[in-house]
Nanobody, 124 residues
Framework: VQLQACGGGLVQAGGSLRLSCAASGRTFSTYVMGWFRQAPGKEREFVSAIRRSAGTYYADSVKGRFTISRDNAKNTVYLQMNSLKPEDTAVYYC???????????????????WGQGTQVTVSS
């Protein structure tokens, strides 16, 4: 499985961005897909995830501002980010969990495939 993330950029506080992550493979619809981010000097942290059933999960810091979605026909997962804050600045990574049972979907170790990351910078 290969993951290609895009959509990052520079935006002012209060603005919006939409990240996309395109996946290869015929079984995309069965994967749990996640978004993580990593700011300089900090550990990679969970942002959001979406199950194959379309159940969604969010970190408290982004709840109400970010929306994750997936289009299985396009093998793509999206992260719509609104009301961006300077503290959202980070490299954002998409990840895929291809295992039949995904339990700890907020943990990076749960995921077996990772994209290359896309930079999001929010200016104050």
């Amino acid at each position: 499985v290969q993951l290609q993330a895009c959509g990052g950029g520079l935006v002012q506080a209060g603005g919006s961005l939409r990240l996309s992550c395109a996946a290869s493979g015929r079984t995309f619809s069965t994967y749990v897909m996640g978004w993580f981010r990593q700011a300089p000097g900090k550990e990679r942290e969970f942002v959001s995830a979406i199950r194959r059933s379309a159940g969604t999960y969010y970190a408290d810091s982004v709840k109400g501002r970010f929306t994750i979605s997936r289009d299985n026909a396009k093998n793509t997962v999206y992260l719509q980010m609104n009301s961006l804050k300077p503290e959202d600045t980070a490299v954002y990574y998409c990840a895929a969990d291809s295992r039949p049972i995904a339990t700890y979907i907020s943990e990076p170790n749960e995921y077996d495939y990772w994209g290359q990351g896309t930079q999001v910078t929010v200016s104050s």
